[in-house]
């Protein structure tokens, strides 16, 4: 049998890691400055992790939602502690997707409305509701097409305050990104985090943060959209939430009441599952990663910007986009083949860094050397 070949694979076989760092099979090392996609968040084969998931294994790897599961409300105390958003409920699935598609549904039984905001250049996942709100036609099957998604142009408060006063009492919720990944590392503005907030409020809306690649940590802060200081109704999570253990979830806020039947799910809240996410919540507590992720980030955002052929560096902590000129495509591959250095990309010519959230500045200053004598060669 063959893959169904949907992905274009770059020729290496990683077959180990340790922290940020990563082997071949012939044992080259290679520095993941991609973190697999923004999953690795406390580094590859973190000890904690391995010693909490292989013990949890030797226990009870599954059993279904239709008995106590323990380890769930410990994962959820855990994250509410860690979060700082202890009132919040939560419900586990398996991908960011899942968790957006849980998020945008359980808004629509809120509030019993059907439209949804979302916006230009966002990337929510590919599942029906997800990929409907996602502005790529080109993965949007005519079978997700809908008329309930208004697109809407990013961070344009006008354009914001028209959709609602024109759509009244149809919107059920508004879902964004703090800051849009795939969309080539864009930050929200606070003033316009703060606009949802204030037009979800007014209009009865749910307001969705998509923080399923910003979130977890990543930017300094546990949520991204907490530096606008406003709370959203839902949260989504999944990639760094079990770094690289299948995990998802949404976080919900107590004035959105539960119903036996309204979500489920066969494998979300595993034992498993479960594990993976305290591992990692405990890892990021004991050794201050947050922190981390805004020093290291910091540092690396100051030391780009010095660099003349750069056009625009953004992001915030350890979630960074380097813009570069058209006359630099090879850029990525440069890195990735002469000096063994993983990195994500975004469209036009957007150099995506993500790495886990324990990168050293040690690691910093590796890719900094080696991206400075790609732009000089
Ligand atoms: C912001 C955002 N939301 C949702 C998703 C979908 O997550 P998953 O691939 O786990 O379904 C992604 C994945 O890249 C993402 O970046």
């Not at 940020?20 to 099979?25: E, G, N």
């Not at 599961?69 to 398996?94: H, R, T």
Request: glycine fraction near 10%; hydrophobic fraction near 40%.
């Amino acid at each position: 049998m063959n893959l169904f070949d949907v992905y274009p694979v770059n020729p290496i076989n990683i077959v180990r890691g340790q922290g940020s760092l990563v082997y071949d099979a012939q044992d080259t090392e290679y520095l993941d400055m991609y973190g697999g996609h923004a999953v690795i968040s406390i580094g590859h084969t973190h000890p904690h992790y391995v010693k909490r998931l292989e013990a949890q294994l030797h226990q009870l790897g599954f059993y279904s939602n239709s008995i106590e599961i323990p380890i769930q409300k410990e994962l959820a105390a855990k994250l509410g502690k860690v979060s700082g958003k202890d009132d919040y409920q939560l419900f586990m699935c398996n991908s960011g997707a899942e968790a957006n598609e849980n998020a945008l549904k359980l808004a629509s039984f809120y509030n019993g409305k059907k439209k949804v905001i979302a916006f230009r250049k966002a990337f929510h996942g590919r599942t029906s509701l997800a990929v409907a709100v996602t502005d790529n036609p080109k993965i949007v099957a005519p079978i997700n097409e809908t008329d309930n998604v208004i697109f809407l142009p990013w961070s344009d408060e006008a354009a914001l305050e028209q959709a609602f006063a024109d759509h009244k009492d149809e919107i059920s919720s508004v879902i964004i990104e703090g800051i849009q990944g795939v969309g080539g590392i864009q930050v929200a503005p606070e003033s316009f985090l703060q606009k949802i907030r204030s037009l979800c409020d007014e209009y009865n809306a749910v307001f969705i943060a998509d923080s399923v690649q910003c979130g977890y940590g990543r930017t300094g802060k546990f949520f991204s959209q907490d530096f606008a200081g406003v709370n959203a109704d839902i949260y989504s999570m999944a990639k760094g939430m079990g770094n690289g253990f299948p995990v998802g979830g949404i976080i919900i806020l107590p004035k959105i009441q539960p119903a036996y039947g309204m979500l489920g799910t066969t494998f979300g809240g595993n034992h498993l599952a479960c594990a993976a996410g305290l591992a990692v919540l405990e890892v990021m507590e004991q050794d201050n990663l947050m922190q981390n992720a805004a020093t290291v980030g910091d540092y690396l955002i100051k030391e780009i910007k010095k660099l003349e052929q750069v056009k625009e560096v953004r992001g915030r902590g350890l979630m960074i986009g380097i813009e570069l000129p058209e006359e630099l495509p090879n850029v990525r591959k440069e890195l990735l083949f002469k000096h063994h250095i993983f990195t994500g990309e975004a469209k036009p010519n957007v150099v995506r860094l993500l790495p886990a959230l324990n990168l050293t500045k040690a690691n910093a200053d590796r890719f900094l050397e080696a991206f400075v004598s790609v732009l000089n060669p």
